[in-house]
């Protein structure tokens, strides 16, 4: 089965500050994506990022940027010039080519920036 | 970008109805759509995944008789819930993709309160 491993359920950093979430994955397939969603006080799931497996280079969009270790099936997320904003629930999840289009979320770390 | 909706965002219902929640894909064709349910500070768990014209594919766990799944149209999946219990009381999530994509949509979700 696949499975999905953050194993931070809580993190902190300061305003301005970079912070680094945690996640593990374990898939046989080859043919995968990886993704960062974030679930601010609203609830509302947005997309934060996205990587393909195939893809050597790391994603990056703005602040929010990835390091993806395919061969350690590790996929962190760095958030630079942390802002009040960014206090959410963080979600890592994988999408499966052949798990007929489902996502598989970790358990979630829930973030806060002091201010 | 692709907008789905889910209506009710909150209903309260008394233990023994029924009660429907409806999501929408508004600007686009969702061959595919998912159901969550999410508990507080928890992941979301995925429930089914309808596809259009079909029937719905259950997760381990989940009981089909009492979350009835219907997706009738290219935009409109319903989840009821039959005979509701205060157990049955959480945040339900629907989203929304098209066929084979790895890009799911998710809508704002539904608070279900059953007293």
């Known amino acids: 089965a696949q499975t999905v491993t953050q194993s931070q359920p809580e993190m902190s950093v300061q305003e301005a500050e970079t912070v680094t979430l945690s996640c593990t994955y374990d898939?046989?397939?080859?043919?995968?994506?990886l993704f960062w969603y974030k679930q601010p006080p609203s609830r509302q799931m947005i997309l934060v990022i996205r990587q393909e497996a195939y893809k050597q280079q790391n994603a990056t969009e703005n602040r929010f940027s990835v390091n993806f270790q395919k061969a350690a099936k590790s996929f962190s997320l760095k958030i630079s010039d942390s802002q009040l904003g960014d206090a959410a629930m963080y979600f890592c999840?994988?999408?499966?080519?052949?798990?007929?289009?489902?996502?598989?979320f970790g358990q979630g770390t829930e973030l806060s920036v002091k201010p | 970008g692709a907008v789905v909706s889910q209506h009710p965002s909150w209903v309260i219902c008394k233990s023994g109805t029924s009660v429907k929640i409806e999501c929408r894909s508004l600007d686009f064709q969702a061959t595919t759509m998912f159901w969550y349910r999410q508990f507080p500070k928890q992941s979301l768990m995925l429930m089914a995944t309808s596809n259009e014209g079909s029937k719905a594919t259950y997760e381990q766990g989940v009981e089909k008789d009492k979350f009835l799944i219907n997706h009738a149209s290219l935009t409109l999946s319903t989840l009821t819930v039959t005979s509701a219990h205060p157990e049955d009381s959480s945040f339900y999530i629907c989203?929304?993709?098209?066929?084979?994509?790895?890009?799911?949509?998710f809508g704002p979700g539904t608070r279900l309160t059953v007293t």
């Open positions: 898939t046989s397939e080859s043919d995968y994506y």
């Open positions: 989203s929304a993709s098209t066929r084979q994509s790895y890009e799911q949509y």
């Open positions: 999840a994988t999408w499966i080519y052949n798990q007929g289009g489902k996502l598989i």
